[in-house]
């Protein structure tokens, strides 16, 4: 009996493998796109840049230090593959100001045009006991981590609404998809990326929006040499367990996960999510007939 139960998951499994692509969105070009990547003068950020824009596309690195970004440009036009690419620099907090945030992305949009892709990579950790971790971090961590991302995705999503088309992507951490020793104050703002990025693609799905997470392992940054110097022994050594990757490498999967179509896991996600697309879409539908409705009177 077990075996038959086990055949029918391999099977229908396999089924949607199969029928992923049916169902996935168009792969996105990012050739010509304009793709706004904050926490994009460092680490992963910039190595999302880079890998963005050997495949054609225009940039706006966001982040604070005016000097880090100009480096960065630096280093990311070396990856240019035509001479019309542009990369932009725009030093704001992401996290303190939504207004601040709001007119940035507008000025990038009025040099570099819409945005078609948005990654929110600022982000910073750190690591301590529950009890010794100052209770301002906690605050902290909140603010840079989730407002960091909620302000940008704010910022341009109107637009994309308009124009039915874009990718936004969350950069979450492993450490967003399970609680661990030493996470009390950045794990949560990691796993409130989930809840914000899975409502949202709720709703924005039917304006041919997607978006995705993105979950790094440790990761050889300036960032994660930072975070290093607060581990507690036990974060370390659970830390030490698994290897530790190139930012280039997992920025190059995270670029395909976000522009090509969606991997099985997402696919079984997409068919659980069926109905519940379908009530969205029924309501989106019924809102314009009345839209519409209201101005023929
Ligand atoms: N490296 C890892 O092992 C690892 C693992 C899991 C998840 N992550 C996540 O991946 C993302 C990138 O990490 P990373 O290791 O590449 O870090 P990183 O090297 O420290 O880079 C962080 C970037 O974010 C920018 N930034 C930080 N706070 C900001 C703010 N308030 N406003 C605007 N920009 C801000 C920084 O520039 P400025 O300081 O100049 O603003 C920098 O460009 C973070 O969200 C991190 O949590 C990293």
Redesign the pocket.
């Known amino acids: 009996m077990l075996l038959v139960i086990a055949a029918f998951i391999v099977a229908f499994v396999l089924l949607l493998y199969m029928i992923s692509p049916l169902i996935s969105p168009k792969p996105f070009k990012l050739n010509g796109a304009h793709v706004v990547v904050?926490?994009?003068?460092?680490?992963?950020?910039k190595s999302i840049a880079m890998e963005c824009y050997r495949q054609g596309a225009f940039i706006t690195l966001?982040?604070?230090?005016e000097t880090?970004l100009v480096l960065a440009k630096k280093e990311v036009e070396k990856c240019a593959i035509n001479d019309k690419q542009v990369v932009l620099c725009i030093s704001?907090?992401?996290?303190s100001d939504y207004g601040q945030v709001e007119s940035v992305i507008k000025q990038a949009q009025e040099k570099l045009g819409p945005v078609d892709m948005l990654v929110n990579?600022?982000?910073?950790?750190i690591a301590g006991k529950f009890e010794e971790v100052d209770m301002d971090r906690f605050k902290k961590m909140m603010e840079?981590?989730f407002l960091?991302s909620v302000y940008p995705t704010r910022a341009v999503i109107t637009t994309m609404k308009e124009r039915r088309m874009g990718r936004i992507m969350f950069?979450s951490?492993?450490a967003g998809q399970i609680g661990l020793f030493g996470y009390t104050a950045y794990s949560p703002s990691k796993f409130a990326l989930r809840g914000l990025a899975e409502s949202l693609q709720m709703e924005m799905k039917p304006y041919n929006i997607y978006v995705t997470v993105a979950y790094?392992?440790?990761?050889d940054?300036?960032?994660?040499v930072?975070e290093n110097k607060t581990k507690p022994l036990e974060t370390r050594l659970i830390s030490e367990t698994a290897a530790v990757c190139q930012?280039d490498q997992v920025a190059k999967i995270f670029v395909k996960d976000t522009i090509v179509t969606m991997g099985l896991f997402r696919t079984i996600a997409l068919f659980y999510l069926c109905s519940f697309d379908s009530i969205v879409r029924r309501c989106m539908i019924q809102r314009e007939r009345a839209k519409a409705a209201d101005k023929r009177e």
Not at 216 to 219: I, L, M, V, W
Not at 221 to 224: L, V
């Open positions: 904050t926490g994009g003068s460092s680490g992963i950020g966001v982040a604070r230090d880090k704001v907090d992401v996290s990579c600022a982000g910073t950790s840079v981590n960091g950069v951490s492993q790094p392992p440790d990761t940054t300036p960032g994660f930072e930012p």
